[in-house]
């Protein structure tokens, strides 16, 4: 199955061009170009050596080099990576420094330190894309463990970077706006005009876009045009939201009646607070099908503590599924806890969005401009 990009594909251009003139290796500045520093080296060579354990014996010594190297250094967006340091920290003496931003902002932190030979990061914690860039960049390691393999399939197809928890875009509805029995059932339904000024795109949703152009037009048959025109009559019944927040926020205020791509951990967690909000019907199925994106975690090639970095991915993996849960955030284990179980879920293309990012972002931005001028 995955917190955000349009932003973060806008974006992507302008890492395109940050990492040319950085040279375009992950360790240019300091080594040539040639991607040895002795950074690297040193932390490739200690993943080498625990990616070759298992069992308890990779346990006991993983934890007696990170308490000895007694530091870490996180980047990322995860807004619950406060809870997390503070299972970790209640686990292992080792203190940790976090350093926390949106997905874009962290990623182009850790490319332009990279590029200029500061290597501030052990462990990279955000969202797919940008796990994606930063393992096309040679920035990330990868991590081998029998944790690792009771990942979700979907969450370990880059071997530099492992899903810890999923985000599912959900519609989701104010039940003050939308009484029981009137839920909406399907994206096509909302494209209709009862739902004229009471739906919510949000402006960066290019991979749940991405994503449902694929189900349409390569799953169900739809032609292009057939799904342009489907998105644009949608949109024209859309007001357009900055963050997915923020829309939650303005969802539970009944600013709109309906969002189209909210989290559900945002829906379920505003619900829990009281909020008059749900994406479940009381009786039947929800819209579908749900778009889901893994968030993960990778190992920096140039960690200096490169024990502690493994150390906490395998704590996101075991103790740290917990926080996640509490979070109303989707596990990544197979087997475990699954609110989407029995639903249709189709997953972004992450590979196809960093692969062709302004197509995309300009696909989108042109669905959302033409249907706010038919407004």
């Known amino acids: 199955m995955r917190n955000r990009p349009l932003v973060p594909l806008a974006s992507l251009a302008a890492v395109a061009l940050l990492t040319s003139s950085c040279g375009g290796s992950p360790t240019a500045s300091s080594d040539g170009g040639d991607g040895n520093s002795s950074e690297a080296t040193a932390a490739t060579e200690t993943y080498d050596r625990f990616n070759d354990m298992s069992g308890q014996e990779r346990t006991d010594e993983l934890v007696a080099c990170a308490e000895e190297e007694g530091e870490l250094n996180i980047y990322t967006s995860n807004t619950d990576m406060e809870k ?37 990061a052990d462990v990279f914690e955000t969202n ?45 509805w104010n039940t003050d706006l939308v009484p029981p029995g009137a839920e909406p059932t399907s994206f096509e339904e909302l494209a209709e005009p009862q739902w004229k000024g009471r739906i919510s795109l949000e402006v960066g949703d290019v991979d749940w876009f991405a994503a449902l152009h694929d189900y349409y037009v390569e799953e169900q048959g739809m032609s292009e045009d057939e799904f342009t025109d489907l998105m644009t009559r949608m949109a024209s019944n859309a ?116 692969e062709d990012p302004d197509t995309w972002n300009k696909a989108y931005e042109d669905v959302v401009a033409n249907g706010q001028a038919l407004d």
């Open 128 to 172: 797919a894309l940008e796990l994606g860039v930063a393992s096309d960049e040679g920035l990330l390691y990868p991590y081998e463990s029998e944790l690792r393999d009771s990942v979700r399939e979907e969450g370990r197809e880059d071997e530099n970077w492992t899903a810890t928890r999923f985000n599912a875009f959900v519609v989701g």
């Open 239 to 354: 007001q357009v939201a900055k963050g997915h927040t923020t829309q939650g926020e303005l969802l539970s205020a009944g600013q709109f009646a309906v969002t189209v791509s909210s989290y559900s951990h945002t829906i379920d967690k505003a619900a829990a607070g009281g909020a008059p909000v749900a994406w479940r019907p009381a009786d039947g199925e929800p819209v579908q099908p749900i778009v889901v994106r893994p968030n993960g975690i990778g190992l920096v090639r140039t960690a200096t503590n490169p024990c502690a970095a493994m150390l906490f991915v395998d704590y996101e993996l075991t103790g740290g599924q917990e926080v996640f849960t509490d979070a109303f955030r989707i596990g990544a284990i197979e087997g475990g806890e699954d609110p989407l179980e029995g639903l249709a879920v189709f997953p972004v293309p992450e590979r196809k969005l960093l």
């Open 84 to 120: 997390l340091i503070d299972g970790f920290t209640e686990e292992y003496d080792i203190e940790v420094n976090n350093y926390r931003a949106n997905s874009e902002s962290v990623l182009q932190r850790i490319l332009q330190e990279d590029g200029a030979g500061y290597y501030g």
